[in-house]
């Protein structure tokens, strides 16, 4: 699904550059839920940004199902993030006038869905992650949880190849966060690849694969047993 | 474009902040109420020196003799000569495009002499041999009675058209004129008909003092044989006299033995060109009228633009999530550039339906404090409004386009960190 190869990236900050990722070779296959881990600064975000399309890489390469990924224009990229990826962040990132159903189908609106279609799909996806009735509130009048949940709808609305999950739980309680990852490993069991990334270990632990990356390169990779979310929720 | 969450979303954004939008719709409304306004205020102007020049034919020059300034042909310069009917049909035949061409003479004229009697009441008016063409090319509403007309021309008939003037002086209120006879220089003419002619200027009450008479009969009567005291021009619509006179002149030196460059034989007075001369007037303040308009509407332009802006800015994030979410740059140019353009054309509607107001409210002003001089019906016309709406939907672009550049011009990544 995903393949990684020599990835390098480096920022310029004034006159000196900050070599950020040095040298990843990475492959996750379909159906994984793998957890980047790191402290900050060992380049965790960059790599994650670079999978999401949002950032461009300075050398390797990067291919997504098949499609090699390089030297896109902003419209294409945008297509590109609308058509294969789906994206969680730490800090939610709901468009706060908008209410849950309307955050729920903005992807799909992007790819041009009907009005009928979109609202049906939007309020599907929100019954799944068990949001039905709050459809028509704002960001505003939901929990932190809540909203994780809105967002993890609309990152799977599109029905991407890949959900990018920046640092899910990082904004909740340890509940709430168990309540989030037990809706990923959901999601995960019915096919999709997932890649997290976090600093928190028990995070890491209810996935199935941890990736440890170290001052920008790859220091661990291994396969674990996944801890189940559903026996602490 | 018109898709319902598009519009949805324009509305949502423009009424988050109603304040800020009012007080921005403001400086366009602004703009374009006084390009409406300054357009109408010219109009109204315009319409008051029209009325000036009244229902004359205004394609009309009249043409008179001068003495010939050139020797030619054996005749010598600074010779008196007076157009005759062979001039008026030699004319007709070869100038094509001529309307009306009349022939007039005068008896009379500005501090004459009294020369009409009527029983005891005496008056000085001014005479005109006519032919019934005169009426097109200086209107006069008949009052009662008729215009002269071409039998009285063949019968050389000893008829007179006198205005409501002559009629003041020389008959008591309330008596009937038509059937009467007045004396014209000793001779009997029976009235059959009373004019008013419509004007605002200053010489109103002078030109209802005026009395036609059958042209022929007047070279009959005043002995003028075939001669012509001179004549009133008019050209068709389509073609301008002002091009025809040229050709008018060349006959008429022709015909008089004339020297060809001889440019002050033939005096004559263009009405056409002056008012042209007028109109070019009223062209050039309707041009003011926009500059100072648009540059109005210009600062309120450059407001929105700047608003715009802003927008862009408190929305960086939320840009930066719908273009991680897929949506395509372009998509979002457009929505900023059509927020732009809605709150440009909302805020001018309000101007423009403002504006109507204010004219309408001059209107009523002047409809019940009685007319000014040179001023009537200020108004704009659909055309105007046509152009005030295109200028709208440019200036919404304008101003919308830059805000729109710079809401794609920040990468998403950039934008998404922002807080």
Known sequence: MIEIKDLHKSYKMGSNSLHVLKGINFSVEDGELVAIMGSSGSGKSTLLNILGMLDVLDEGSYTLDGVPIKDLNETKAAQYRNKFLGF??????????????????????????GRKERQEKALKYLEQVGLREWADHLPSELSGGQKQRVAIARAMAAEPKVLLADEPTGALDSTTSYEVMD???????????????THEPDIADMCKRIVHLKDGVIVEDKKITQVRASQYV | MFNKDRWKEILEVLTSNWFRTILTAFGVFWGILILIVLLAAGKGLENGIRSNFGDIATN?????????????????????????LGDVDAIRQKVPDLRFVSPRNQLGGFNGTNNVVRGIKTGAFNVYGDYPDIINQDPMSITSGRFINQLDIDGKRKVAVIGEG????????????????????????????????????????????????????????????????WMAITANDDSSITQLKEQIFTVVRENQKIHPQDLRAVGHFDLFEEFNR??????????????????????????????MLIVVKERTKEIGIRRALGENPWSIKLQIIMESIFLTIISG???ISFGAFVIYL???????????????????????????LIILVVSGLLAGFIPAQSAIKIKPIEALRME
């Not at chain 1, 019915?190 to 890649?195: E, F, K, P, V, Y």
């Open chain 2, 60 to 84: 009309t020059m009249f043409m008179w003799t001068q003495g010939t300034s050139m020797a030619y042909k054996g005749l010598p310069k600074g010779r008196r000569f007076t157009f005759k």
């Open chain 1, 183 to 197: 809706l990923i490993q959901k999601i995960n069991d019915a096919g999709n690849t997932i890649l997290i990334v």
């Open chain 2, 278 to 307: 007028v109109l070019g007037l009223f062209k050039a303040m309707r041009w003011i009228a926009y500059f100072v308009g648009v540059l109005v509407l210009l600062s309120g332009v450059i407001g929105v633009s700047n608003i």
């Open chain 2, 349 to 351: 509607m309000a101007g």
């Open chain 2, 362 to 388: 001059i209107n009523y002003f002047l409809a019940s404090n009685g007319p000014i001089e040179m001023f009537i019906n200020p108004s704009v016309s659909l055309g105007v409004v046509l152009v005030a």
């Open chain 1, 88 to 113: 969680v962040f730490q800090s939610f990132n709901l468009i706060n006038y908008k209410s849950a159903m309307e955050n729920v189908a903005l992807p799909l609106y992007y790819q041009k869905v």
């Open chain 2, 166 to 229: 002559v009629r003041a002086s020389l008959y008591d209120v309330g008596e009937e004129a038509i059937g009467t006879y007045i004396k014209i220089q000793g001779v009997n003419f029976m009235v059959v008909g009373t004019y008013r002619k419509n004007s605002n200027d200053g010489n109103a009450e002078e030109i209802q003092k005026e009395i036609f008479i059958p042209f022929t009969s007047f070279s009959q009567a005043f002995n003028q044989a075939d001669k012509v005291g």
